[in-house]
């Protein structure tokens, strides 16, 4: 079997940030964070798809399928992940970071981004 309870990683939250929500944000921001309502529905549709592909990966390990078979299927949901990654990646640089260059705070916005990569990338 692959794994146990004592090697659960810790949950982590996408965002320290919820849409709407003031009292969950990590520290303020000098804009609303608003995303369209098309874009929101793809990145929630293709969570959505991982989130069933995962399912799928606990059942293969519950079930002890052949670990090179779960390894595969754990590739292929990392780089679903990695590829909403990108669509909220390049929506942040050219609708947050464009907004933040008109009003004039581009260096805060820089700063989160850097610090979000940080923890993003290896």
Sequence with gaps: MIGSDSDRIPSVS??????????????SHPHPHVHSDESLRRII???????????????????????????????????????????????????CIARAAKEGNIDVEIEELKAALDRFLP
């Design 14 to 27: 996408v965002s320290d940030r919820h849409h709407g929500d003031a009292s969950n944000h990590s520290h």
């Design 45 to 95: 549709n293709r969570l959505s798809r991982i989130e069933g592909h995962i399912r799928g990966v606990k059942n293969m390990v519950q079930e002890s399928r052949p670990c090179p078979d779960v390894l595969v299927q754990i590739a292929a949901v990392r780089g679903a992940l990695d590829r909403v990654a990108r669509i909220i990646l390049d929506e942040h640089l050219t609708e």
